[in-house]
């Protein structure tokens, strides 16, 4: 299977719930606080980082402006070390029937660390983006993540295509999801291991990624509005994913799906 390039991601994350559970992970050098913030919140960031070991730095709240590259950080900013990308493979061995949500062109940073959140929260194994096109891991994700991001895999490759192509030879079932797909995403069967394919904002799913997908399928919308937001579609559909997984009986391994395709 192809490793993905070992890139980094920007050594800052911001805002209370993120910096929060980056100490708790241990992953941070040193927090930046603002210079006379005396909040409960702060306070407990504080604490946490003497318990844990870590510096502290109080500092002119215009230097944790700089730092964080925006004036929305709620006083305190974690600098730590540089955050490198998962191999794709390390996503196939968290357990034996990995749930994996795969993004198509999502570029919008807040979008894509919305999505990590909701596939923490889910129960996913991992994501798997791609290099061009698409959001990396940022400040602004780990942002939007709250937290999240510190507790999850990321894959990013050079062929997204072709990587769905390798995990359906790893035994993944590859579902992706439109809104013009005659199935609905309460047919499919989620018990077994899967890779969630979900396309970026307004472009949906390019042909070559839709091809490798075994078979795609759509959220019905009962309104007016014609489509999801990409971090909403992930929800609805992980949360079905868990649903079916915490139901599916110990025998139950796809072994019917594996017979169809």
């Known amino acids: 299977m192809s490793r993905s390039r070992e890139e980094s991601a920007p050594d800052v994350v911001y805002g209370i719930n993120a910096v929060a559970e980056a100490v708790r992970a241990q992953r941070v050098e040193h927090v930046m606080i603002a210079q006379n913030q005396h909040s409960r919140r702060v306070q407990e960031i504080i604490d946490a980082c003497r318990k844990a070991g ?13 730092a964080a590259g925006t004036a929305h950080h709620q006083d305190v900013v974690a600098v730590r070390p540089a955050r490198r ?28 660390g919305a999505v990590v959140r909701t596939a923490v929260a889910a129960g996913a194994d991992g994501l798997v983006i791609p290099e061009r096109r698409a959001a990396g891991l940022s400040s602004t994700v780990a942002h939007a993540a709250a937290g999240a991001l510190e507790h999850t895999k990321v894959a990013r490759v050079t062929n997204l295509a072709r990587s769905l ?58 309104g007016p509005v014609q489509s999801l937001n990409v971090s909403v579609a992930a929800a609805v559909v992980l949360y079905e994913a868990a649903r079916q997984r915490a139901a599916a009986s110990p025998h139950l391994n796809g072994e019917s799906q594996a017979s169809e395709r």
Do not use: M, T
Not at 60 to 65: G, K, M, T, V
Not at 95 to 103: F, G, T, Y
Not at 178 to 204: Q, W
């Open 54 to 66: 870590v510096s502290v730095r109080f500092a002119p709240r215009a230097a944790l402006d700089r």
């Open 85 to 112: 990308y998962d191999n794709l493979e390390d996503l196939l061995h968290v357990r034996e029937k990995p749930l994996l949500v795969v993004l198509d062109s999502v570029e919008d940073p807040r979008n894509l």
């Open 165 to 222: 192509l390798e995990l359906k030879e790893r035994g993944l079932w590859i579902y992706g999801f439109e809104a013009s797909a005659p199935k609905s995403y309460l047919a499919l069967d989620y018990s077994g291991a899967c890779a969630l394919v979900l396309g970026g904002e307004g472009s949906g799913l390019h042909r070559l990624v839709r091809e490798a997908c075994d078979l795609v399928a759509q959220i019905p919308l009962y």
